[in-house]
């Protein structure tokens, strides 16, 4: 079944402590992008990438970071949370033909106290 | 930043009556997508549009591109409570590109 997975589903951290969400597609996408979604705001682009080494700043990449050093893997790292980083966040990929559908996992919600 | 402005924000409508979202930018799109989110879940897409004037339906929601490729709509006709959910646009500005902004969501209840 074609899917992304994201984990964990719920994190609820403390200011300053570093943390991973982990984000997997099995349909050999060569996009990978990672959005946060807040009330009023819609879905954000943190940052994306177009292929294995290669990613880019979104709309909002601030106190984030990302790797994509396989195909298949596009972990967010956030170094140092901050409350205004709490969020329901979703990794999305898409294969690299024009107009392809962007297939989202079922999302991270982090609480930052 | 490209800003897709959805309209209305929240709908609550009786089953059976028919609705139209609208979905506005200054900027011109290459593509438009439209998905649809429910509760705990992430969106899943619904249609993309591509040319302008393109009119696409999908049983009982008929969407619409712009001529200009700058705005959208979705209308949904003798909607259903499973029409329940977020709506949400997004556009392409760039073929080959990854940057997809999307819009601020439409939030739809269907009341049956």
């Known amino acids: 079944e074609a899917q992304v997975t994201q984990n964990p589903r719920y994190l609820i951290t403390v200011t300053g402590k570093k943390l991973t969400v982990t984000c997997s597609q099995n349909?050999?996408?060569?996009?990978m992008s990672w959005y946060r979604q807040d009330p009023g705001l819609g879905l954000r682009q943190i940052y994306y990438s177009m292929n294995v080494e290669v990613t880019d700043k979104g709309d909002v990449p601030e106190g984030y970071k990302v790797s994509r050093k396989e195909k298949r893997n596009f972990p967010l790292i956030l170094e140092s949370p901050s409350p205004n980083q709490t969020s329901l966040y979703f990794c999305?990929?898409?294969?690299?033909?024009?107009?392809?559908?962007?297939?989202f996992g079922q999302g991270t919600r982090l609480t930052v106290v | 930043t490209q800003l897709l402005k959805q309209s209305p924000q929240f709908l609550s409508i009786q089953e059976g009556e028919n609705l139209t979202v609208y979905c506005n930018s200054s900027?011109?799109?290459?593509?438009l997508q439209w998905y649809r989110q429910e509760p705990g879940e992430g969106p899943v897409l619904l249609v993309t549009?591509?040319?302008?004037?393109e009119v696409k339906k999908l049983k009982r929601l008929t969407f619409q591109f712009g001529d200009a490729r700058k705005d959208s709509s979705l209308h949904i006709t003798a909607a259903q409570p499973g029409d329940t959910g977020l709506y949400l646009c997004a556009g392409a500005t760039d073929f080959g590109n990854e940057k997809l902004t999307f819009g601020t969501g439409t939030r739809l209840t269907i009341i049956p």
């Open positions: 549009v591509v040319t302008g004037g």
């Open positions: 999305a990929s898409r294969g690299r033909l024009e107009n392809t559908e962007a297939f």
């Open positions: 900027s011109v799109f290459s593509s």
């Open positions: 349909m050999n996408h060569e996009y």
